[in-house]
């Protein structure tokens, strides 16, 4: 039991645990329970308590993947728009929440908070495509929203560094690579900008595409396959109906993945990584969206980068974000 870590993943819907020795090597079995995140901050701290102690009753250390904008420096959870209360003035957010502290207090544990796209990086930087040496890999995270995480490796930074630095930007709240403009004016995104790459890969995104298409009378197995009702368009039938050869679902996967390509050639323009990942739950639409992707990012990136960039599915597409928390507090 001595020397185990914890990584936690906090989503909005579920809080995933897991144990694990310095290694990496997993060291209990995976525990999720509720993270009743509209409940208010008391009623997710326990949730998360109960996960890691249900883990190991006394870790040593527990990393922890949250969304929104956070201070790994004093564990603070900035702004998290999923995760608060319904109150008489409607629904309060996470603002300035001492996670970190909550949860040390209640598991006699060290407590590191990382965002949870860029611990998803650091998952994939070190247990997946990465192989904890590619020069730099970036990562996105396609689904509700799009995340994204930078991880620099040795080799990668002027002057030289030996261990694996993620990028957080100057207030830690940096690397948020879905809020890319990759049309300026276009269609707006839930953080009030507009023309965002969220805006047009994220999954509510892809099923008003698919919708609209229907809507407009295209021949297309999806009508049959929701039986007429278009509220059951999800990305996952889009895909099933493209692997059965639906030529609209095929469209609808081509133009979203257009627009993931712009901004997958701007972001090796900027980063020139080794290892570009794509994961998340959309990802799982495979070559429908990774071939329209690549074929575009090859157009908008520089050759002589594009030449050198590895793109494809993550390796770790489920556990990026709990192996990346645990990575945090893993020694070395």
């Known amino acids: 039991m001595a020397g185990r870590v914890i990584g ?30 509209q409940e208010g901050i008391e009623s997710t ?32 959870v900035v702004w998290a728009p999923n995760f608060g209360k319904e109150t008489l003035g409607g629904f309060e957010y996470w603002e300035n929440v001492d996670l970190g502290p ?19 990086a650091l998952g994939e930087y070190r247990f997946g495509s990465g192989r904890s040496k590619a020069t730099c890999l970036v990562m996105l995270t396609v689904g509700t929203g ?21 990028l957080v ?22 953080a009030g900008s507009y023309g965002s790459l969220e805006a047009y890969c994220q999954r ?38 493209a692997d059965l050869g639906d030529l609209t679902a095929i469209e609808v996967w081509a133009e979203v993945g ?29 070559k429908w969206l990774l071939e329209p992707a690549i074929h575009e990012a090859r157009n908008v990136a520089i050759p002589s980068l594009f030449a050198d960039c590895t793109i494809g599915p993550a390796v770790q597409m489920d556990d990026a974000g709990i192996l990346g928390a645990a990575a945090l507090v893993i020694a070395g």
């Open 8 to 37: 936690v993943d906090l989503g909005g819907t579920n809080v995933r645990a897991q144990a694990f020795g310095h290694d990496g090597t997993p060291a209990s079995d995976r525990v999720m329970v509720p993270s009743r995140a």
């Open 45 to 76: 701290v326990e949730a998360i308590v109960a996960a890691v102690l249900e883990c190991d009753p006394a870790p040593e250390a527990v990393g922890m993947a949250v969304p929104g904008h956070i201070r790994s420096d004093t564990g603070t």
């Open 102 to 120: 909550r949860v040390a207090a209640g598991t006699g544990a060290r407590v590191v908070l990382g965002n949870d796209a860029n611990c998803a």
């Open 146 to 166: 799009i995340g994204g995480g930078v991880v620099f490796g040795p080799g990668s930074l002027w002057g030289g560094s030996e261990k694996p630095s993620v």
């Open 169 to 190: 930007g100057g207030n830690q709240g940096g690397a948020e690579m879905g809020h890319l403009c990759i049309l300026r004016g276009g269609v707006e995104c839930n």
């Open 204 to 241: 509510d995104a892809i099923v008003a595409r698919a919708r609209h298409k229907l809507r407009r009378g295209r021949d297309s197995m999806m009508r049959e396959m929701t039986q007429g009702d278009l509220a059951h368009v999800t990305p996952d039938l889009v895909a099933r109906a």
């Open 258 to 286: 257009g627009y993931l390509g712009a901004g997958i050639g701007s972001l090796i323009n900027v980063f020139s990584p080794e290892v570009f990942a794509i994961g998340g739950q959309i990802a799982k639409a495979g």
